[in-house]
């Protein structure tokens, strides 16, 4: 007669719960069937999988941990453990674990793939690249394994045999819109502008709306002498809106406004010395302000209902003004904002960048130092037109220097690469930026 595990009926009804989504009723069944039968692995591995789609990282990585110091030989067990590790931001344990995960079984590709994103993240594009290699010497269709190729490539500055790497991702999957975005990008470094511009047409005609080719385009155009086609898209006097802003209900003057919105921003519990994902050096910047503006109180409130107001008649204006524009042509119909405030002191700034995810972009000013109003050459000013360092160019390029003002409010197209230049002195250099998003 068989025998049965004394667990195996309620590992039968964590499975269950766990397909239907009840994923606390699941956990509570796993640990029962642990505590019937404590030496079994794949309980634990169970357990640990569970735990980490119910949001339970460590009581997750706990378990994984159990399941590997019983099954030490296994490849997925220490898989599963570098996954809940490197999500727990435990990158170098989580390294360790694909890398051991490999020594049981080298064709075990997710830990391959897993540990060169690994190796990519900590600047280690070389050993990076070895992985993602070795993925496609396995298996030559593995998904996204031209695009890895690329990308490590990329970072090693092997810019012709990136672009090659993600034409051939692109063979497999034209629609792939990252690798079309990296492709542009590794022309664009390697020198080779005309395949650069032709390839932001293709990725253009892919993604009709987006806004990256725009940017590369423009900037492909100069590098080629057609700086009379680059202008087209770089029109600052028609595409870029200067606006002073009235004052608000509720508040008698733009000054009072500027005044809460400056208290405000600098008491924010988001606000953050130098970022490490954002362009801003020497200085702060905050996370979302509008998303909760308290039912509709506040200076952040108040700005919104003003911006709002603002972005609707800018959006109108251009497509009666430049209907035939390709950034007019695709501007959306629904959207919404994305705010944040940048806070810089003396020699802050922020490099050349654009806002990819944006359609159209803007700033407001709420503080300037005493340096900026004199109006002392460029200082503290936004300067457009000036391509990132990591795209690369040789040409003089179209330059628009705005000089910033106290309750001036500036919206442009997403795509324009634009800085902040430094300026000096004590005082703090206050705005608050914001993307114009689409719906959905």
Not at 273 to 292: H, I, S
Request: charged share 20%; aromatic share 6%.
């Amino acid at each position: 007669m068989a025998s049965h595990d004394p667990a195996d009926a309620v590992i039968r009804e964590a499975s269950h719960l766990q397909r239907e989504g009840q994923l606390p009723q699941a956990l509570a069944a796993w640990r029962r069937a642990i505590a019937v039968s404590p030496g079994r692995f794949e309980l634990w591995s169970a357990l640990g999988a569970c735990a980490m789609r119910a949001g339970a990282a460590e009581e997750g990585l706990a378990a994984f941990r159990r399941a590997v110091e019983l099954e030490p030989m296994l490849s997925g067990t220490w898989f599963n453990l570098g996954n809940a590790l490197n999500a727990l931001g435990a990158s170098e344990e989580a390294a360790d674990a694909f890398e051991r995960s490999l020594e049981r079984d080298a064709a075990m590709l997710p830990a391959r793939i897993n540990l060169g994103d690994l190796r990519l993240k900590q600047g280690r594009a070389a050993d990076a690249l070895g992985h993602f290699e070795l993925v496609l010497k396995a298996d030559p269709a593995a998904p996204r394994g031209h695009y890895n190729v690329g990308v490590a490539l990329l970072e090693l500055g092997r810019n012709a045999e990136a672009a090659a790497a993600f034409g051939r991702a692109l063979e497999r999957d034209p629609k792939d819109l990252e690798a079309h975005n990296n492709r542009c990008i590794a022309l664009m470094r390697g020198g080779q502008h005309a395949e650069a511009l032709a390839a932001a047409e293709r990725y253009l005609g892919v993604s009709p709306g987006n806004r990256k080719p725009l940017a590369y385009q423009a900037a492909a155009l100069i590098e080629l002498g057609r700086r009379d086609e680059a202008r087209v898209l770089l029109d600052f006097e028609r595409l870029v809106l200067r606006q002073r802003l009235a004052a608000p209900a509720g508040y008698a003057t733009i000054e009072a406004l500027d005044d809460a919105l400056a208290a405000a921003v600098l008491a924010h519990p988001t606000l953050e010395y130098e970022p490490a994902d954002k362009a801003t050096r020497g200085g702060w910047q905050t996370g979302e302000l509008m998303g909760a503006t308290h039912g509709g109180q506040g200076p952040f409130a108040a700005l919104e209902r003003a911006l709002r107001s603002a972005v609707e008649a800018q959006i109108e204006r251009l497509r009666v003004t430049l209907p035939a524009h390709p950034f007019t042509s695709h501007l959306p119909a629904s959207w919404q904002l994305a705010s944040w405030a940048v806070v810089l002191a003396a020699q802050g700034h922020q490099g050349p960048h654009f806002h990819p995810d944006g359609y159209l972009s803007g700033v407001y000013y709420v503080r300037l130092p005493a340096v900026v109003k004199a109006g002392a050459g460029d200082a503290g000013c936004i300067e457009f037109g000036r391509t990132a360092d990591h795209i690369g160019g040789t040409r003089e390029p179209l330059i628009e220097v705005v000089r910033p003002e106290e309750g001036l409010l500036l919206l442009f197209p997403s795509y324009l690469y634009h800085r902040t230049l430094p300026f000096t002195g004590d005082e703090r250099r206050i705005c608050i930026a914001f993307d114009v998003l689409p719906d959905g």
